[in-house]
């Protein structure tokens, strides 16, 4: 498994952003529910959002990003950064764990 950092931008007035967000919310819902978006929220100030995700490739998420309503309707504009996270905080060690035993047992420096 692999981590992705996901931002988005409004590209569209807040208006037209909040047209579609109880359908983003539903898709946000829908990857949670399969297991690739671990965290998300909104950026400060209300310019777009954040999303940490975990998947297979760049495909699966890329993928993911073009059932966005935000992305269909053209609302937003994303970026995608694949990393390898090193170093965890109290708390998320686990999540180490759970990437180096899904990639054999790399180990974490």
Not at 28 to 42: T, V
């Amino acid at each position: 498994m692999h981590l992705y950092l996901i931002t988005l931008e409004y590209c569209a007035p807040l208006g037209e952003v909040d047209a579609l967000l109880d359908e983003h919310k539903a898709f946000l819902r829908r990857h949670y529910e399969s297991g690739i978006f671990l965290l998300s929220g909104r950026r400060e100030p209300r310019t777009g959002g954040v999303i940490l995700a975990r998947a297979h490739n760049t495909e699966v998420i890329t993928s993911a990003v073009s059932e966005d309503p935000f992305c269909r309707e053209g609302v937003a504009e994303y970026s995608i950064v694949e990393f390898v996270p090193s170093k965890a905080g109290p708390g998320l060690e686990w999540l180490l764990d759970s990437l180096a035993n899904e990639q054999g047992g790399a180990q974490a420096v």
